[in-house]
């Protein structure tokens, strides 16, 4: 489990069920899913980049040999034989996916593009692509894929940061949550006591933003559509919906220039999230900001602006110190 304390960073932790006694283990910034082998080694990802082994009872965390590369692994998950294992990398569209890779080797595969995470059971691995969960067979010692995938039910939801909402047992029961993704939104105008006034737009927005422009005249947000998302412009007059970015990355956290002339967004396109500038026209190319990332750095996303146009204010993330 990984466990989040007020004073203290969140940690993975082993609780012994009949004693009830806990005993940390390591580090997990926000801990994306993992599993125990049977010769007692625990597998985990701490959020984003390498998964990690550690053993059982303790002691120092290292990589699996498969993320010597640059791979950003999350949602572990092991297969039959206890030497293979499946995992979720971010990225850009051509990494992103589902991965099956070995305990001790460098090698991986990529398998399929998903939305989120896939488990495995019964020699099919199901996985959700576009609200649709499907099943298909693998081949777990070649770490290949068989024949043609199959939809097994539709209105799958994935929650936020491509958690799969989905489990599978060995006795054929199927376990998912249905609906919409748990991220979309629906923005509406609040007075300062609190009292609603107004409902705007739809309710496709998700948990980036809303950020009003310097006129008050258009929002803008994120929405995710057929599992991409981008930043769209809300026109709040005529209630127009338009999108702001088309890359088949994911683009998120919009922010307005004072002048209200750019618009700043973090984009994984590079392989990590990053900062990006366009301008509010929609005319014109998107820019990568010439800004080097710390060292360390896997994540940047932009948070303000200063009033004179010359500074960002942005989050970065790392394994070391978390949240910057």
Not at 166 to 187: C, D, K, N, Y
Request: hydrophobic share 35%; proline share 6%; glycine share 12%.
């Amino acid at each position: 489990d990984t466990i989040a304390d007020a004073d203290e960073p969140v940690r993975l932790k082993r609780i012994d069920v009949d004693a009830g006694s806990v005993q940390t283990l390591a580090t997990a910034t926000a801990g994306r899913s993992g599993f125990w082998t049977d010769d007692g080694t625990i597998c985990f990802a701490p959020q984003a980049g390498p998964v990690y082994r550690i053993p059982a009872s303790g002691g120092v965390r290292a990589p699996l040999p498969i993320f010597s590369s640059s791979l950003n692994g999350r949602f572990p998950r092991p297969l039959p034989g206890g030497r293979n294992f499946l995992f979720y990398a971010i990225g850009t569209p051509q990494v992103q996916g589902v991965y099956a890779g070995g305990l001790s080797t460098s090698e991986s595969r990529r398998l399929l593009d998903a939305d989120a995470g896939a488990v495995y059971a019964r020699g099919h691995v199901f996985f959700v692509r576009q609200s649709t969960l499907y099943a298909q067979r693998l081949d777990v010692e070649q770490r290949e894929l068989q024949g043609n995938p199959v939809s097994v039910a539709s209105g799958v939801a994935v929650g936020e940061g491509a958690i799969p909402a989905l489990s599978t047992s060995e006795s054929g029961a199927i376990v998912f949550r249905a609906g919409s993704p748990g991220q979309v939104r629906q923005l509406a105008w609040f007075d300062r006591a609190g009292k609603e006034l107004e409902r705007v737009g739809d309710n496709s927005a998700d948990r980036y933003g809303p950020w009003v422009s310097p006129d008050g005249h258009t929002v803008a947000l994120t929405r995710t559509v057929d599992g991409n998302s981008d930043v769209w412009l809300l026109e709040l007059q005529r209630g127009a919906m338009r999108r702001f970015t088309s890359d088949a990355a994911e683009e998120h956290s919009a922010i307005w220039s004072p002048d209200g002339t750019r618009i700043a967004f973090s984009s994984n396109r590079g392989g990590f999230n990053d900062l990006y500038v366009k301008p509010a026209s929609g005319a014109g190319s998107e820019q990568l900001m010439p800004v080097q990332a710390p060292t360390g750095v896997n994540g940047r996303t932009p948070s303000d602006w200063s009033l004179d146009g010359r500074y960002l204010l942005y989050r970065t993330q790392s394994a070391k110190t978390r949240y910057d």
